[in-house]
């Protein structure tokens, strides 16, 4: 099972790391037990690196007391033999595996920068005083909505811009009258957008009223939101994924 792979490395590599430093540490200082909780021994050293990370909003006090209730609960549950529980194993896989998710995805949005052109933002802000009209169809495969073809659904709405979703206006942002959105996968299948017309609207927001930091914010998530999927998508074609029966 994959989970004991993950506590062993885990432990053989906490392990290794604090035999070094310990090694370390015995060649040039002993650093003096700073609190004691039944067997656990905190160190002075290792307290002074934990009280670095304490909370703004507690005193020292409050984090230690909150650190000596913390290692009371832990021997309680090692005491119980809680960590040999099936469900606690899946808990730390699952921690396990959402850490490493978490930290590639938080990497690879950082390697996504980008570019909001003045332009963008402009007809963004002109979009803004407009009614907006368009098609949306869904279809049942890609090909369908690549090729307009067998529709499985057709409406048309109309909105003022500025009330439609962040998606949305990303999407007419990029479109002509007349044009259509490439199609995206939905859980209701394959989905276009097509800009039938706009219309100005009778009160509009004055275009020096508007945030343009907000403005090239939304354009720039939207973008790296793409980027993403693009870069997901390919993972997932070049993958070997099977489902044998």
Same mark, same amino acid.
């Given at each position: 099972?994959?989970?004991?792979?993950?506590?062993?490395?885990?432990?053989?590599?906490?392990?290794?790391?604090?035999?070094?430093?310990?090694?370390?540490?015995?060649?040039?200082?002993?650093?003096?037990?700073?609190?004691?909780?039944?067997?656990?021994?905190?160190? =002075?050293? /290792?307290?002074? @690196? $934990? !009280?670095?990370?304490?909370?703004?909003?507690? %005193?020292?006090?409050? *984090?230690?007391?909150?650190?000596?209730?913390?290692?009371?609960?832990?021997?309680?549950?090692?005491?119980?033999?809680?960590?040999?529980?099936?469900?606690?194993?899946?808990?730390?896989?699952?921690?396990?595996?959402?850490?490493?998710?978490?930290?590639?995805?938080?990497?690879?949005?950082?390697?996504?920068?980008?570019?909001?052109?003045?332009? =963008?933002? /402009?007809?963004? @802000? $002109? !979009?803004?005083?407009?009614?907006?009209?368009? %098609?949306?169809?869904? *279809?049942?495969?890609?090909?369908?909505?690549?090729?307009?073809?067998?529709?499985?659904?057709?409406?048309?709405?109309?909105?003022?811009?500025?009330?439609?979703?962040?998606?949305?206006?990303?999407?007419?942002?990029?479109?002509?009258?007349?044009?259509?959105?490439?199609?995206?996968?939905?859980?209701?299948?394959?989905?276009?957008?097509?800009?039938?017309?706009?219309?100005?609207?009778?009160?509009?927001?004055?275009?020096?009223?508007?945030?343009?930091?907000?403005?090239?914010?939304?354009?720039?998530?939207?973008?790296?939101?793409?980027?993403?999927?693009?870069?997901?998508?390919?993972?997932?074609?070049?993958?070997?994924?099977?489902?044998?029966?």
């Amino acid at each position: 099972m994959r989970y004991l792979y993950y506590i062993l490395g885990i432990f053989i590599l906490a392990t290794a790391v604090f035999a070094f430093i310990g090694r370390d540490r015995a060649s040039v200082e002993v650093s003096r037990p700073a609190l004691v909780i039944n067997d656990r021994i905190i160190t =002075e050293a /290792e307290l002074n @690196k $934990r !009280l670095a990370d304490k909370p703004h909003d507690m %005193t020292e006090e409050q *984090y230690i007391d909150s650190l000596i209730m913390q290692e009371l609960l832990i021997q309680e549950a090692l005491d119980r033999d809680i960590h040999q529980e099936e469900s606690f194993r899946r808990s730390v896989e699952s921690f396990y595996e959402q850490s490493l998710v978490k930290t590639l995805l938080d990497r690879k949005y950082q390697d996504f920068s980008p570019e909001v052109r003045d332009k =963008e933002v /402009e007809e963004y @802000k $002109r !979009l803004s005083g407009m009614e907006i009209q368009f %098609t949306r169809r869904t *279809y049942n495969t890609r090909t369908e909505a690549k090729n307009n073809k067998n529709p499985s659904g057709v409406q048309t709405k109309t909105s003022p811009f500025v009330f439609l979703s962040d998606n949305l206006r990303f999407i007419f942002l990029n479109l002509a009258p007349g044009q259509t959105s490439a199609p995206r996968q939905t859980d209701e299948g394959y989905v276009t957008y097509r800009l039938d017309q706009t219309r100005p609207l009778k009160k509009t927001t004055p275009a020096a009223d508007m945030d343009t930091q907000r403005i090239r914010n939304l354009i720039a998530d939207q973008k790296q939101e793409r980027l993403y999927d693009r870069w997901a998508a390919n993972l997932r074609q070049q993958a070997d994924i099977r489902r044998p029966r």
